[in-house]
Nanobody
Framework: LQLVESGGGLVQSGGSLRLSCATP????????IGWFRQAPGKKREGVAC????????NYADSVKGRFTISRDNAKNMVYLQMNSLKPEDTGVYYC??????WGQGTQVTVSS
């Protein structure tokens, strides 16, 4: 299963980005999906996750109230809406199909 993230970029503090996770030629619908991030020199950390049918979500404390994970199984897509971004949100964001597949990541940079 190939996962492809998109939507990263450079944004000012307080701005928003929406990340997308797609799987060309496959399906995400059978998997719980997580978004992880890794800042330079730091360990990869979980940001948010969503169950396979989208009924359950969970967030890291650091992003609660600012980030929203969602999925559209009809379109075979998972999203991460990121609002009120902070410089400490900077990192490479990865999509993960629990617990087997990882994407290549998309860079998010938040300037102060």
């Amino acid at each position: 299963l190939q996962l492809v993230e998109s939507g990263g970029g450079l944004v000012q503090s307080g701005g928003s980005l929406r990340l997308s996770c797609a799987t060309p030629g496959g399906t995400l619908n059978d998997y719980a999906i997580g978004w992880f991030r890794q800042a330079p020199g730091k360990k990869r950390e979980g940001v948010a996750c969503i169950s396979d049918k989208g009924r359950f979500t969970n967030y890291a404390d650091s992003v609660k109230g600012r980030f929203t994970i969602s999925r559209d199984n009809a379109k075979n897509m998972v999203y991460l809406q990121m609002n009120s971004l902070k410089p400490e949100d900077t990192g490479v964001y990865y999509c993960h199909a629990w617990s087997r597949y990882w994407g290549q990541g998309t860079q998010v940079t938040v300037s102060s």
